[in-house]
């Protein structure tokens, strides 16, 4: 991998996350590749090789479905997310795909709040490379408590 390629994905992870805590929710998809996948799994039943996850989605379609939802139709209590990310390490490069791995958290801050850790965990990625850049042709975020707040709504 060369220089240029490493900091590239290295941008890529920044440019995520600052996308999800800025509320840019339009931006989201445009992380990924057409055909993608997302999932939102508690380490438990990754560990065990269970497949249910909390969020599950299977296009860029989807993804984009999941952005209207949290603009236009779900309601909740509103809070601001804040997440530190690891450098991602390489666990394999095939030709036009790498295989990668990062650390997470994510604290949240209610209007009227402290802050608190929200979520911890990892993430296990595919990326390819498009004419855009890097995108995400899947990414499953597998996190460690399998104790979560009563909704997720946004994007981790």
């Known amino acids: 991998m060369s220089f240029e390629d490493w900091m ?13 805590d800025s509320g840019r929710w339009d931006s989201w998809p445009e992380f990924f590749i057409e055909d993608c996948s997302y999932r939102l799994q508690p380490r438990e039943n990754y560990d065990r090789g269970f497949p249910l996850a909390t ?12 952005v209207y ?7 909740h209590d509103p809070y601001y997310q804040r997440h530190v990310v690891g450098t991602p390490v390489i666990r ?8 990668a791995e990062a650390n997470y958290a994510v604290f949240r801050t209610k209007l009227s709040g402290l802050s608190t850790v929200y979520n911890v965990g990892r993430t296990i990625d595919e990326v390819v490379r498009t004419e855009a850049g890097f995108k995400f042709a899947s990414r499953l975020v597998i996190y460690d408590s399998e104790m979560i707040p009563n909704s997720i709504i946004y994007p981790i």
Not at 56 to 63: D, N, P, Q, T, V
Not at 69 to 75: K, M, P, S, W
Not at 92 to 99: C, F, S
């Open 8 to 20: 590239a994905l290295n941008q890529l992870y920044s440019d995520y996350a600052i996308a999800v």
């Open 55 to 66: 969020l599950s989605f299977e296009s860029k379609g989807m993804l984009k479905d999941r």
């Open 69 to 75: 939802g949290i603009q236009e139709t779900l309601f």
């Open 92 to 99: 394999k490069l095939e030709a036009g795909r790498i295989h």
